[in-house]
């Protein structure tokens, strides 16, 4: 569909119809409509002065295409009540442009992505309509552009550590502190036992847990594997420590949070993956400058993630436990200061790994190789997460590309409780039209 619309024609004065790239702020609600945005995008223009009129063409635009949109459906009756909801519109700050690893997918996610789904799937950790929105989250996605190097084999490792990441995740959510204790000593236990058969009645999760490591075992270093269950081990505690603070409503300062954010975020099992099949010995793996790297990254992904999901878990009365919450609280902030001042933290960080990375020693010979090949694949976790985060459907349901291309998404209105009591599995994101005042 084109629709070439002059400012002229929608009655606006030719002041404002001179004619500039107006990246920022066109709402394309398809990304793949190139068409669509080729025939819209040039006849935007406006000057900075002229913000609030600006606002009401943008409204303007995106009511005629929901107008146009095969999917419309007329209005009710007028004798019908409707419910309108005014939505406050949220800016996205850049934390994008300044990483130097960019956007990638693995060239065999293609070919293991129905397996993995299929195997996740198998053991129904989730109910049928809880396991389609799993399945909209394209955990396997994160993967593969996680892991945009890995062989096939290697690949298929990843996804299936995505996905037991998250059964763990939704389930422990919506258990009590006491409950995720025993749901980490289950998967430790079947981590060290992988040969023998889980005790029937057990929580899935350890069944999931013992395949994952049969699998893997086979095609990676002790070294790996031992670093594995150490960084795993130190993930389950972590979020067992955010469970107990979850049942207490406690919302912590802003570096007790930064301190458990680290451990519960899960990188530590994710990079050491990046390791599967190296054999870095510890003195060179325990180096400052390695260790701060992946500090630094496990934050970046940290600040993406609280950045990215806040809208989801306020609107499901879970967000406590993240750093906009605990921002707004310590500093007496807005959403989008908060925001704000979470980006700005990003950027500090980012600049700081830029400038450690060429601080890079070197010990020679093939343990050079291997740390950079750590580096990366540490590093591409932060670009991996950010592009899946707006690509798949975890966080902003069917407008992640509206989300990521316009910086900025609207804050929902909060689900009722009794909605969501006893609920495992991801909110689905529905689409919400927002109400703009101009």
Not at 178 to 200: C, H, K, S, T, Y
Request: hydrophobic share 40%; aromatic share 12%.
């Amino acid at each position: 569909m084109t629709l070439p619309i002059s400012l002229r024609a929608l009655g606006f004065s030719s002041i404002y119809s001179e004619r500039y790239s107006a990246s920022k702020d066109i709402l394309s609600f398809d990304l793949y409509n190139s068409c669509f945005t080729s025939q819209i995008e040039p006849h935007i223009s406006f000057y900075q002065d002229h913000k609030r009129l600006h606002n009401c063409f943008i409204a303007c635009l995106r009511h005629l295409h929901l107008l146009l949109s095969p999917s419309y459906q007329a209005p009710p009756p007028h004798h019908q009540k409707v419910k309108m909801v005014l939505l406050q519109r949220i800016s996205i700050p850049d934390i994008e442009s300044s990483w130097l690893w960019p956007r990638a997918i693995n060239p065999h996610l293609a070919d293991v992505d129905q397996e993995c789904n299929e195997w996740a799937a198998s053991f129904g950790a989730f109910s049928p309509a809880a396991q389609r929105a799993v399945d909209k989250c394209k955990f396997n996605l994160l993967a593969g552009m996680s892991y945009p190097w890995m062989s096939k084999e290697q690949l298929k490792s990843g996804c299936d550590l995505m996905n037991l990441f998250f059964i763990f995740d939704e389930h422990s959510d919506k258990s009590s502190p006491e409950e995720v204790w025993d749901q980490g000593r289950i998967l430790m236990d079947a981590f060290r036992n992988p040969d023998l058969p889980r005790p029937e009645g057990e929580w899935i999760g350890g069944e999931v847990a013992r395949q994952f490591w049969l699998r893997i075992t086979k095609i990676s270093t002790k070294t790996f594997q031992r670093r594995f269950l150490a960084a795993w081990e130190e993930y389950m505690h972590g979020v067992a420590q955010e469970a107990e603070l979850r049942a207490r409503s406690f919302i912590p300062d802003f570096e007790t949070y930064f301190v458990l954010r680290r451990a519960t975020i899960g990188t530590g099992p994710s990079f050491v993956l990046a390791e599967i099949d190296l054999d870095i010995p510890d003195y060179v793996r325990r180096h400052p400058i390695i260790l701060e790297l992946e500090m630094l990254v496990t934050d970046l992904v940290a600040i993406v993630n609280d950045i990215v999901s806040y809208n989801k878990e306020q609107a499901s009365n879970e967000e406590e436990h993240n750093l906009i919450t605990v921002i707004m609280k310590e500093r007496h902030m807005t959403v989008q200061e908060a925001i704000d001042f979470a980006g700005h933290l990003h950027t500090s960080k980012v600049d700081r790994f830029n400038q450690l990375y060429q601080e890079l020693p070197r010990w020679g010979g093939p343990i050079d190789l291997s740390v950079q090949k750590l580096i990366d694949g540490i590093a591409w976790w932060e670009s991996g997460n950010l592009h899946w985060s707006f690509e798949s459907g975890r966080y902003f349901g069917k407008r992640g590309l509206e989300a990521k291309m316009t910086r900025s998404f609207y804050l929902l209105p909060k689900v009722k409780g009794s909605s969501m009591a006893g609920h495992i599995g991801p909110l689905v994101i529905e689409d919400h039209h927002a109400t703009v005042r101009c």
